[in-house]
């Protein structure tokens, strides 16, 4: 047995060596990672200066604001003053993620982000490391029986579980080269240019992002290699390779939310807030209206107040007949409370709307996220944009944060104004408070714990690729034929 | 002599695995452009329903266009809600939808299906042409005949861009048909005639393609190697040089971040308010109000005057970056033709500016009287052509013309041997 296992192990190490032979004497396959070890590397390098332009805006911005809430600060506009600014990630270099800048959320944008994305590290693993994969594996099996290698090798009693090992290692490692090398290069230069702080967090989220790029690319070889285990000559395998590559690159994940949004349809934003300005208040004001006109009823049976009665009219009325005027007294606390409890109740069902909208949402995008889970590249795509804390589930971090700052701040001016105002009777929410001591915002990136359990479901399932793709892989090519 | 080969070729290939597979894809990616293009212009044609302004109302919103299915574009900025008041041409955002997944993947529209996927497509016919024949002997035999050989790379190039080209046109028809067909789809005159120039530049860019993968395969002498270069180059044009090209565009000419414009653009209005209270505290009973809204009125087109001028700048740089590469300049000119590029957006933004200037007073009641209506037509096709997309045709035509020529050439001293 022991004598077995060696011999296994033996043969693993010449068919792993002839593997990788092959891979690096091919003149094209180097070429080719050779393109994409520069293309990696440039594009972290403009990226980088991106970044630093960026971060530099973002800290000018925050001092101009600081600056002016210093010097024009007053209770009644705070909110207006001190919008958040949210730091570029130091990974937005590898990772761009959710692109803010594509959101278009102002009149004098920029409408390139939205017409075409930029070349991250992650859009560049994505599609060339991934089509590099299935060029080297699809040749992996029919193209070895197209050349007699296949009939030679099974000849000398090597078993086949050992043949395909050997190419799926070779190809792991084959890969990992110019991935890692990259990558590598990239952090290099950041580093140099900008200074990053090698802690537990940064290595962490580094090294997942690694293992994930690795993950994806080998998920792809698996698929290369299954395809050529069940095809007979390499002609075949590569279209077929190629037509699964299309539909899991470049088709599922981009149809996904579309495909959601058809499936599983909610009114536009536009369409809610629509219906409930109407239930808040068009809906409101025609329940009071129509209240009033009972109260008036109740209240005037004679009458004596006129539709479209003037605000003069009235003061003139009141103070020449108290009758008239305790009557008015309790019609107008009549409106008072009418007014509350129509207020409470619709926005009641404003809110109920709210819920269901939201909730809605929330369902769509899960199914969006579930239909674009069946392609590999969205699963290293959501993976990869959450380590780095620049993916979907950033922004509720972040909200939440920013709303705890928001409160505190509030409480900050509102203690600051009630001291003021103790002081000075006169003082008013539009005089000029001083607020230079007011507490400052800094965002607390979420730790590295956090990060591995939003991630743990997208790994899982790439991890679970690899293992269908092998596992699929090796059970076609024990059924292959040779001849 | 040539139609003999074209007709070889296509007999060759249209029972093969490629064919079938090949068109399959094109058919399913066409179907899924079909259907999510049309649900998204239904969606955007009952937004503008519900957020289009009534009459003495400033808002401004255009209709979206059914060109829209072919390329999205900008299209989901052109019909945007722009709300004018004190505060200047504010966009109220995310009125589409509210799914995030969307920032994270392109568009399916036929447009991506073009640029990408019919390239690609074009490229894995055309790619053995020669190294095929060659590797199976025939090469040697049909020179051995009294076939010449411009005949036969002329008939080769002919024969494979058929064999995609053909299958296209019958699937964009088909499209185009069921787009007029639906009830949100008004198809025009002008519809079908942007259909049809969308059609002979996409039959152009397919004829690119094929032409590429014959070149390579008239440099190398494997399949194997023709494959792997026609893929690369095809990385090259429809990924790495209009991505990478934006990307670059954005080091070169610097814009402003939407938040500095925002965040200006905010602080300028309050510091109004503000000074208005001040001066009104220190001389009561005397109104700052009109004094207050003039302020607000110049730093808001002194913000668009300083801003827009760079991002112009830099938005020429993008354009020509992208008109490198043949994709790129398929990009431009697609969504121009559709109205959903990006000479409508500055053309748009233009005439916002314009009419938010002319009315403010109006609208912010400086001056008496209602403001008068946005009135505001895309551009025709023979603008659009003039002042932006014909450069883009021209690009494609030359790429095309030089890998014809090449293939050619290469051909004519390929070693069959």
């Known amino acids: ?483 | 002599m040539i139609s003999h080969v074209i007709k070889k070729e296509i007999l060759e290939n249209l029972l093969s695995y490629r064919f079938f597979i090949l068109t399959g894809l094109l058919l399913l990616l066409m179907s899924v452009a079909l259907i999510v293009g049309y649900g998204d212009l239904k969606q955007r044609q009952d937004n503008y329903e519900i957020l289009r302004p009534t009459s003495g109302n400033p808002n401004v919103i255009i209709a979206p266009t059914p060109l829209s299915v072919l390329a999205k574009g900008l299209e989901e900025n052109l019909t945007r809600l722009h709300e004018i008041s004190v505060l200047g041409i504010q966009i109220r955002q995310n009125q589409q939808s509210v799914n995030r997944i969307f920032s994270l993947f392109a568009a399916p529209d036929l447009l991506f299906t073009i640029k990408v996927v019919l390239a690609l497509l074009a490229l894995l016919f055309s790619f053995d042409a020669i190294t095929h024949e060659k590797e199976q002997g025939t090469l040697r035999l049909l020179l051995s005949h009294s076939l010449r050989r411009p005949s036969l790379i002329i008939g080769k190039l002919l024969g494979r861009f058929v064999l995609i080209a053909v299958p296209f046109t019958i699937l964009f028809l088909v499209f185009l048909l069921s787009v007029s067909l639906l009830p949100a789809g008004e198809a025009t005159g002008d519809f079908w005639i942007r259909s049809f120039v969308i059609l002979l530049v996409a039959l152009c860019y397919t004829l690119l393609f094929t032409a590429i993968g014959l070149c390579v395969s008239s440099y190398v002498h494997r399949s194997s190697t023709s494959l792997v270069l026609g893929l690369a180059l095809w990385l090259l044009f429809v990924f790495i040089m209009p991505n990478f090209g934006t990307t670059i565009a954005r080091s070169v000419t610097k814009t402003p971040p939407a938040d500095r414009i925002e965040m200006e653009g905010r602080l300028n209005t309050i510091r109004a308010i503000y000074e208005r209270l001040e001066k009104e505290k220190k001389d009561p009973g005397h109104s700052e109000g009109r004094w207050m809204m003039l302020q607000i009125k110049e730093s808001t087109l002194r913000l668009i005057e300083a801003h827009r001028p760079p991002m112009n700048a830099h938005v020429r740089t993008s354009q020509t970056i992208l008109r490198f590469s043949p994709s790129g300049a398929l990009h431009l000119a697609l969504t121009d033709i559709a109205t959903t590029g990006l000479y409508e957006e500055g053309r748009l933004k233009d005439a916002v500016v314009e009419y938010a200037g002319r009315n403010f007073d109006k609208i912010n009641q400086l001056e008496p009287g209602p403001p008068e209506p946005f009135i505001y037509q895309r551009s025709p096709l023979s603008e659009v052509l003039v002042r932006s997309g014909l450069i883009d045709l021209v690009i494609i035509v030359i790429y095309t013309a030089v890998f014809v020529i090449a293939a050619y050439v290469r051909f004519l001293r390929y070693d069959p041997r």
């Open chain 1, 1 to 483: 047995m022991t004598e077995f296992s060696t011999r296994r192990t033996l043969m693993l190490r010449i068919i792993l060596k002839k593997e990788l032979h092959d891979n690096f004497l091919n003149l094209r396959l180097i070429s080719l990672c050779a393109i994409a070890i520069v293309l990696i590397v440039s594009s972290i390098i403009v990226l980088t200066g991106q970044y630093r332009d960026d971060l530099n805006d973002t800290h000018s911005r925050i001092s101009t604001q600081n600056e002016f809430i210093d010097r024009y600060g007053h209770a009644n506009r705070i909110g207006w003053m001190s919008v958040l600014f949210r730091e570029p990630s130091p990974w937005r270099p590898f990772i761009t993620g959710i692109d803010r800048d594509a959101s278009q959320e102002n009149f004098i944008n920029n409408p390139i982000p939205a017409l075409l994305s930029r070349l991250d590290v992650v859009s560049i693993i994505a599609i060339i490391m991934s089509l590099i994969a299935v060029i080297i594996a699809h040749n992996g099996v029919s193209g070895e029986r197209e050349s007699g290698m296949l009939k030679l090798m099974l000849s000398m009693s090597v078993p086949r579980s050992t043949i395909l090992l050997g190419k799926f290692i070779a190809g792991l490692i084959t890969l990992s080269i110019p991935c890692t090398l990259g990558i590598l290069l990239g952090l290099a230069y950041l580093s140099i240019t900008v200074g990053i702080e090698f802690d537990i967090l940064t290595l962490g989220v580094f090294g997942f992002f690694l293992f994930l790029a690795l993950l994806y690319v080998q998920a792809f070889y698996g698929l290369g290699l299954l395809i050529s285990a069940r095809s007979h000559s390499s002609n075949v395998a590569v279209l077929k390779s190629l037509f699964a590559w299309v539909v899991l690159v470049l088709a599922l994940p981009n149809i996904s939310p579309f495909l959601a949004a058809q499936m599983y349809t909610i009114p536009s934003r536009a369409r809610h807030e629509h219906e409930l300005r109407k239930i808040e208040s068009e809906d409101r004001d025609a329940r009071i209206r129509q209240q009033m006109v009972t109260a008036q009823k109740e209240i005037f049976p004679d009458g004596s107040l006129p539709e479209g009665i003037s605000r003069s009219e009235i003061q003139e009325r009141m103070s020449r007949d108290p009758v008239f005027r305790e009557r008015y007294t309790a019609f107008m606390k009549r409106f008072d409370a009418i007014a509350r409890q129509v207020n409470i109740e619709q926005r009641r069902i404003g809110d109920a709307l709210r819920e269901d909208f939201n909730n809605r949402s929330r369902n769509q995008e899960l199914l969006a996220i579930g239909l674009a889970s069946l392609s590999p590249l969205s699963n290293f795509v959501f993976a990869a944009t959450d380590a780095a804390d620049v993916g979907l589930e950033s922004d509720a971090e972040w909200e939440a944060q920013a709303g705890r700052y928001n409160r505190s701040l509030r409480e900050y001016v509102d203690k600051r104004y009630e001291e003021a105002k103790a002081s000075d009777p006169s003082f008013s929410v539009n005089d000029y408070l001083d607020l230079r001591a007011r507490p400052r915002f800094q965002f607390q990136p979420p730790p590295l714990g956090t990060r591995i359990v939003r991630i743990i479901l997208p790994t899982a399932i790439l991890a679970g690729f690899n293992l269908l793709f092998f596992v699929a892989a090796f059970v076609s090519f024990l059924r292959y034929d040779v001849r």
